[in-house]
């Protein structure tokens, strides 16, 4: 699930996670630089160097 | 007996913006749209409730700064979305929430000559929930 944050004081305090409640436009608020999205990649699952694939990859 | 009510602090916002500081004037009008039911027999029209048919305007100095009001309506038109107007913060003080609230037309510019830069915008529609500062 997509996290928000407040850029602008406008909308809350700046930095603090938005909820948006149901009917709230969130482009809109992205689109308007009121919020962020706080989209975190997640991490790629690392490999173990083994004899047949002594660099990991 | 007559009573006033003064909005020294009234809130406006606009899908979740607080255009407070920026808004002068604010209306919302409840309207249940009436439908002739008169049959014969009646001897004066009478009306029936139908669809509601609300309306919320404001008045809004126009600016076009980062996260402003330009910033905020101008992805707005053309769709529905959450309106609250709000009597006062103090404890008890109403609080109408319209839902789904279309804004149809939004006056990019509204330019005169040695004059603040107004407009005029108005939600059309929705559903208005009543609630209070708690």
Request: overall charge negative; aromatic content about 8%; proline content about 4%.
């Given at each position: 699930?997509t996290?928000?944050i407040?850029?602008?004081?406008?909308?809350?305090?700046?930095?603090?996670?938005f909820?948006?409640?149901?009917?709230?436009?969130?482009?809109?608020?992205?689109?308007?630089?009121?919020?962020?999205?706080?989209?975190?990649?997640?991490?790629?699952?690392?490999?173990?160097?083994?004899?047949?694939?002594?660099?990991?990859? | 007996?007559a009573?006033?009510v003064?909005?020294?602090?009234?809130?406006?916002?606009?899908?979740?913006?607080?255009?407070?500081?920026?808004?002068?004037?604010?209306?919302?009008?409840?309207?249940?749209?009436?439908?002739?039911?008169?049959?014969?027999?009646n001897?004066?029209?009478?009306?029936?409730?139908?669809?509601?048919d609300?309306?919320?305007?404001?008045?809004?100095?126009?600016?076009?700064?980062a996260s402003?009001?330009?910033?905020?309506?101008?992805?707005l038109?053309?769709?529905?979305?959450?309106?609250?107007?709000?009597?006062?913060?103090?404890?008890?003080?109403?609080?109408?929430?319209?839902?789904?609230?279309?804004?149809e037309?939004?006056?990019i510019?509204n330019?005169?000559?040695?004059?603040?830069?107004?407009?005029?915008?108005?939600?059309?529609?929705?559903?208005?929930?009543?609630?209070?500062?708690?």
């Amino acid at each position: 699930m997509t996290k928000y944050i407040i850029i602008s004081e406008l909308v809350g305090n700046p930095g603090d996670e938005f909820v948006p409640d149901e009917g709230i436009n969130v482009e809109a608020l992205l689109d308007g630089g009121f919020i962020k999205s706080d989209n975190k990649a997640p991490k790629s699952a690392k490999t173990e160097p083994t004899e047949e694939n002594p660099n990991g990859n | 007996m007559a009573t006033s009510v003064y909005l020294s602090n009234p809130v406006f916002k606009v899908n979740a913006v607080a255009l407070t500081g920026f808004c002068t004037a604010a209306t919302l009008t409840q309207t249940n749209t009436a439908q002739d039911t008169s049959v014969f027999g009646n001897v004066a029209r009478v009306y029936s409730s139908t669809l509601q048919d609300n309306e919320c305007t404001a008045t809004l100095y126009m600016t076009y700064g980062a996260s402003e009001v330009y910033a905020t309506l101008k992805a707005l038109v053309g769709t529905q979305t959450t309106v609250v107007l709000q009597e006062g913060t103090t404890v008890g003080n109403k609080i109408w929430t319209v839902s789904n609230a279309y804004l149809e037309t939004l006056p990019i510019m509204n330019a005169a000559l040695g004059e603040i830069q107004s407009i005029d915008i108005s939600f059309q529609g929705g559903t208005i929930v009543e609630t209070a500062v708690v």
